[in-house]
C-alpha cells in the first residue's frame, strides 16, 4: 500500500501537469490538448483537465468537439463560471446566440465580477436579436465594472484634478481590456474636464461601439457635442436616449432642449406637454412650455404656462421675468407683492435678477420710474458682478477692424470668398429692432427666418483663437494670412454648419445675430456675396432697452449703463468706418423711420436685397413664424410709436449712458463728426 509520500507526489506531480498544459494553451493549443487528455487518461473526468481540453479544442478550431466536453463539465461543476463562460464563447462561435447568452447570464449570476463574462454578454445578446436586453446588459456590465477598485482609484484621481494619474491608470486599463465601456467612458470624462473635447468625443463614441446601451456615455456625449455645431448629432444621441427609457424626464428634457436650438419649437412643446400629462410636477418643465408656446406665438398658452410654473414655485426670477418679457403683459399690483414677498426665498443670483427685472418693468407699467428704476439697477448689478466683459477689447477691436478692412484691402482680395448669396445678416445692438427687420423679411416668399446663429461668431472666435495661442501676434495678421481656398473654404464652412437650420427650401435666410457687426469684414471678405442689413435705433432708447433686458446668454456688455454706451459708440465708429471704405456694401435701416414711414423703407430695404417687393411683407404681423428673441409678441402686431421715446420717462437718471455716449447721441442717425 502507497504511503502518504506517494501521495503527495502524486497530487504534486498532477498540479505540475495541470499548470503545464494550462501554460501550453495560448501558445500551442495542440500541445496542451495532449497534455490536458494524457492527464485525463490518468485521471478521468478531472474538472481543470477537461476544462483545458474544451479551451484548446476551441481555440484550435473543433467547436462541435469543444462543445461537448464543455457541456459535459458544466453538468458535471454547475457552480464553475469559468465553465459557463467558455461554453458560451463555443455557442457563440457556432452562431448559437442564445444558448451562448444564457451561459453568460449563468457565468455573471455565478460570479458578478467577470468582466469577461460582461463584455461578452451583450454581444451575445445582440447577435439574437435581443438588443433591448442587450442594452441592460451594457448597464449591468458597466455597474458590475463600477466596483472595480482600479476604476474607483481613476475617478478619484479625476474629482481631486489629478489627470495625469488618471489618464496613465485608464489607459493601461484600456489597453489590458480594450473592450472595458466604464474605463472608456471615464477617460472621456477625463478628457471633457480638461477641455480636452474632440478626445473626450472619441473616447466616448468607442463607449458606445462597445455598449450602446450606457447611458450615462451617451448622456455626457450629447452634452458636450451639443457645445459644438452639430446641434443635430446631439439630438441624435438624445433620441436614442429617450428611446432606450421613455420614461426618463431627464432624457426627454434634454431632447426637447436640442429641439428648441433647431427651430423644432412643436416637438419640443409635445415633449413637455406629455411630462406634464405624465404627472411630473416641476416648475422647470412649465417653463421650459412657456418658453415654446411664446416662441410659436401662443400668447395666452404662453401666459398660462408661466403662471402654472409659478404655483409650483413662486421664486423662481426666470417665470417672473418670462412674464414681464412677454412686452404685451402688464404685471399687477399682486403680482408685485408676490415678488416682493418671494425675494427672500430665491435660489441665486440669476434668479434674484431676473425677479428685480421683473419688478422693474412692472413698476415701469405701473408708471414709477423712481421704483422701477431702483429695481432695473439692482437687477443689472447682480447680473454685472459674475461676468467677466473687457469694454476695452471690444473698443480696440473696433478700431483695429476699421484699420484692416479698407478698400484697398478689399480690391486685392476681389474674387476671394464664397460667392453664395444666401445669407442676410441683420447686425447691430439688441433691442433696436432687428427681430422686426427679420419679421418683414422673412415674410417674403423668398427668404426664411431662422434664428440668432452663432455660426460666424464661432468661426470668428476661432480665428482670434490663433492670436490667443501665440501663432500670430494680431487678429489681422491672421487675416492676411488666409488664402484664397481659405477665404472659401470658411464661407462654404459658414454655410454648412447653418443649413440645419433652413427647412424650407427657400433660396435666402436670415442671420439675426445682432453681434456679428464686429466681423462685418469678415463677412464681406468670406461671403461677398451677401447682405448685410444694420438695423439702428435712437442710442438712449436702444441702450437703456438693453439695459433693462436680462438676457440668457451673451450680450455681456448690457448691464452697465456706462459699459453699454461705450459699447454702442464703438459700433457706431466701426461700421462708419465700413460705410466709407465700402460704401453701399451695408444698409442701414433706422427704426424711428421704419415707425414713420414703413412701406417707403420696406421698399428700400427688400430692394437691398435683391428681391422683389410682396404685400406680405408690410403685413408681417400675420407671420406666425417662430420667434425666439424679447420681442417677439411685439413683432406678432402692426408697427406702433409708443415705445419710440419711452426711455424719456427715465431721463433722469440716463446721465452715465448719456456721458458714455457723447456725440453719437446728439448727432443720431447722422454719425457725428469725430467718429467719421
Known sequence: MAGPDAADQRTVSLDAALAHAAALRGRDPRMALAQAREILNAVPGHPQAML????????????????????????????????????????????????????????????????????????????AGREAEARQADLRGVAAAARDPLLV??????????????????????RLVPRDA??????????????????AVDFLK??????????????????IVQMGHDV????????????????????????????????????????YRGLIARGVKSARVWLN???????????????????????????????????????????????????????????????????????GKAYEDAGDAHHSFDHYTRANALRRKDLDYDGARIEDGARAHAALFTAPFFAGHAGHGCQADDPIFVVGLPRAGSTLVEQILSSHSMIEGTMELPDLMMIGDRIHSRVEDGEFASFADVIQSLSPADLNRLGEEYLDRTRVHRKEGKP????KMPNNWMYTGLIRLILPKATIIDARRHPMGCCFSG??????????????????????????GQMAAFDRELPGSVHRVIYERMVADTEGEVRRLLDHCGVPFEDGCLEFYRNRRAVRTASSEQVRQPIFTDGVDHWRLFEPYLGPLRDALGSVETAYPDVPADLV
Open 52 to 127: 483545458i481540453e474544451g479551451q484548446a479544442l476551441q481555440l484550435l478550431g473543433d467547436l462541435p468537439a469543444a462543445r461537448a466536453v464543455l457541456t459535459r463539465l458544466s453538468a458535471e461543476q454547475p457552480r464553475s463560471a469559468m465553465t459557463a463562460f467558455e461554453l458560451a464563447m463555443v455557442h457563440g462561435g457556432l452562431g448559437e446566440h442564445d444558448l451562448a447568452a444564457a451561459a453568460l447570464e449563468r457565468a455573471v449570476a455565478l460570479k458578478p465580477d467577470l468582466m469577461p463574462a460582461w463584455h461578452a454578454l451583450p454581444v451575445a445578446l445582440r447577435a
Open 153 to 174: 482609484k481613476a475617478a478619484m484621481a479625476m474629482h481631486a484634478k489629478d489627470f495625469p494619474t488618471a489618464e496613465a491608470m485608464l489607459d493601461d486599463r484600456i
Open 182 to 199: 466604464a474605463a472608456m467612458r471615464l477617460r472621456g470624462e477625463v478628457a471633457w474636464r480638461q477641455g480636452q473635447l474632440d478626445i
Open 206 to 223: 468607442r463607449t458606445l461601439d462597445i455598449a450602446p446601451g450606457f447611458a450615462a456615455a451617451r448622456e455626457l456625449l450629447v452634452r
Open 232 to 271: 443635430a448629432g446631439a439630438l441624435a444621441h438624445a433620441t436614442i436616449l429617450v428611446d432606450d427609457d421613455p420614461e426618463n424626464p431627464g432624457h426627454a428634457l434634454l431632447k426637447a432642449s436640442l429641439q428648441v436650438r433647431l427651430g423644432e419649437q412643436d416637438a419640443a412643446a409635445e415633449i
Open 289 to 359: 412650455l412657456g418658453h415654446v408656446e411664446k416662441t410659436l406665438g401662443n400668447q395666452a398658452d404662453s401666459i398660462a404656462a408661466y403662471r402654472s410654473a409659478l404655483e409650483l414655485d413662486a421664486a423662481l426670477g426666470e417665470a417672473w421675468w418670462s412674464l414681464a418679457n412677454l412686452k404685451t403683459v402688464s404685471l399687477t399690483e399682486a403680482d408685485i407683492a408676490a415678488m416682493l414677498g418671494a425675494q427672500g426665498a430665491v435660489e441665486d443670483d440669476e434668479q434674484a435678477s431676473q425677479l428685480h427685472f421683473a419688478l
Open 508 to 511: 435666402r435666410f436670415i442671420d
Open 547 to 572: 439695459w433693462k433686458q436680462f438676457f440668457a446668454r451673451g450680450q455681456l456688455f448690457t448691464y452697465d449703463l456706462d459699459e453699454i454706451g461705450r459699447y454702442y459708440r464703438a459700433y457706431v
